[in-house]
């Protein structure tokens, strides 16, 4: 399923699994929620955009660098498992492997992939339950990689 997100910069589209469904009236703050089927783990795998204005900033890397101290800040045992450097819809971006804590209590995996077009800071994030990213961590790359922006 194509998934397309009007932006003031543009259209960006991706493909999302055929089992997967968006919601049609996301959080302030989110241009796409995407959730997965439950798993065994009772926590839903899901992909959700946010697009940001970073035109106060130096660049990707002093936005990532901000990015990383927020999320340091505020998610519980935060972990910075894996930082580079990747090309997404035709524009130099990050994509970061970490780990945090939900409730206190349940292990996630978060992978996001980021990249600025136009002074927009564009965030792509998948959260899955530790045990089952091995599972889908397939399905976030391939979102991912289907990246495109008109």
Not at 11 to 22: A, D, F, K, N, R
Not at 72 to 88: C, F, K, N, Q
Not at 116 to 128: F, N, P, S, Y
Request: hydrophobic share 45%; with cysteine; net charge negative.
């Amino acid at each position: 399923m194509r998934a397309e997100v009007p932006l003031t910069v543009g259209t960006l589209s991706l493909e999302l699994p055929t089992t997967w469904q968006t919601l049609d009236d996301p959080p302030a703050g989110v241009a796409l929620l995407a959730l997965a089927p439950t798993t065994s783990s009772g926590i839903r795998p899901n992909l959700v955009l946010t697009v940001d204005d970073v035109s106060g900033t130096a660049g990707l890397r002093d936005w990532q660098q901000g990015s990383d101290r927020l999320m340091a800040g505020t998610l519980s045992g935060y972990l910075l498992l894996d930082l580079e450097r990747v090309m997404l819809a035709g524009a130099d971006g990050v994509r970061r492997l970490a780990h945090h804590v939900v409730d206190h209590r349940a292990s996630v995996t978060m992978e996001q992939w980021a990249f600025i077009h136009a002074d927009r800071g564009l965030t792509l994030t998948g959260t899955v339950a530790t045990p089952d990213y091995p599972a889908v961590a397939s399905d976030l790359r391939a979102c991912a990689e289907s990246l495109e922006l008109r």
